[in-house]
């Protein structure tokens, strides 16, 4: 039911050989459906000007695009990438390692996150600031979740090398995204909005550039 490592297997290659990045092939409804849920919450949270829940929101997502990009690279340069996805599992795959639903759920996994935190931020869980601990149980449960996505018969979740597996994924990815959602709000407003705008004009710089270039 649940995978810690990767073995390294020849098997993994293959499926990730088989993968047909930006492919319209299993493209569906489902597509439009969740597309109009994220773009529901991101709206009613305007409405409400809960500015700080947007803010997370973007900071956890900007991080995630900036690490698919870097596994797509990775990909290109090594022949293959540090996890990916099967054809099987999504109606659209947007880089070697990400697909639509994927993408659209963690543009909101920040909000979930941070919105997962007491009122006052000030307060210690365990001794802890709160927001620590948030990010750090939040990164455990993405982590333990995606090596049951590993596990799954239509490979919903591909690792490829034998040294990566649940330990390296919760320390290096999933820690950070979510310290991204739950710190962002600490910065004073407007070095925070400069922030946010850094980290996508560089995502967006990186796919403006790459894509075209073949190299994600």
Not at 45 to 53: A, E, F, G, L, S
Not at 174 to 200: G, T
């Amino acid at each position: 039911m649940f995978t810690f490592w990767r073995d390294g297997s020849d098997g993994a290659r293959e499926l990730v050989d088989q993968i047909r990045v930006r492919s319209t092939e299993n493209f569906n409804w489902t597509f439009i459906f969740i597309l109009a849920v994220v773009f529901y919450v991101y709206w009613d949270n305007i409405q409400k000007k809960d500015y700080k829940v947007i803010a997370a929101g973007l900071a956890t997502y900007g991080v995630h695009w900036l690490y698919e990009i870097a596994n797509a690279v990775i990909a290109h340069i090594w022949g293959y990438p540090l996890w990916s996805v099967s054809n099987q599992s999504t109606t659209f795959i947007l880089l070697i390692g990400v697909c639509w639903e994927l993408s659209m759920m963690f543009s909101l996994s920040g909000m979930i996150c941070y919105k997962m935190l007491p009122e006052d931020k000030k307060t210690k869980w365990f001794g802890l600031d709160c927001k620590l601990v948030g990010a750090i149980s939040m990164a455990l449960l993405f982590a333990l979740f995606e090596s049951f996505l590993a596990a799954t018969s239509n490979h919903s979740f591909i690792w490829v090398y034998k040294w990566w597996g649940v330990i390296p994924v919760f320390f290096t990815t999933y820690i950070p995204f979510f310290l991204a959602s739950n710190y962002i709000n600490e910065l004073p407003d407007k070095k925070k909005w400069r922030v946010l705008a850094i980290l996508w004009a560089t995502v967006a710089l990186l796919l403006i550039v790459l894509i075209p270039a073949g190299i994600i």
